[in-house]
């Protein structure tokens, strides 16, 4: 499975990652590392995604490594932009 790394640009990397964590900890997920790379591990619905984050500037790009077969890209996107939402 190869999925194309999702990026998003954050005003305030720093605190949009440490708002992430905190989320994570209300869903049963991971979400650690620091403001230049991490890893994740995010529920959903339809099971399980994991990969690893990693920072330049204040572009965070998203590496899916695993996740259930039926879970769309749409989904996935959706899930991390909560996470990021807070």
Same mark, same amino acid.
């Given at each position: 499975?190869?999925?194309?790394?999702?990026?998003?640009? $954050? %005003?305030?990397?720093? !605190? &949009? #990652?440490?708002?992430?964590?905190?989320?994570?900890?209300?869903?049963?997920?991971?979400?650690?590392?620091?403001?230049?790379?991490?890893?994740?591990? $995010? %529920?959903?619905?339809? !099971? &399980? #995604?994991?990969?690893?984050?990693?920072?330049?500037?204040?572009?965070?790009?998203?590496?899916?490594?695993?996740?259930?077969?039926?879970?769309?890209?749409?989904?996935?996107?959706?899930?991390?932009?909560?996470?990021?939402?807070?």
């Amino acid at each position: 499975m190869s999925l194309d790394p999702i990026e998003r640009e $954050l %005003r305030d990397v720093a !605190g &949009t #990652l440490a708002r992430a964590k905190q989320e994570a900890v209300k869903f049963g997920s991971v979400f650690e590392g620091d403001t230049e790379r991490g890893y994740y591990t $995010l %529920r959903t619905p339809l !099971g &399980t #995604l994991e990969g690893t984050y990693t920072v330049q500037g204040r572009v965070v790009r998203f590496v899916i490594e695993k996740k259930p077969r039926i879970v769309p890209y749409a989904l996935i996107e959706r899930v991390l932009d909560q996470f990021l939402r807070g």
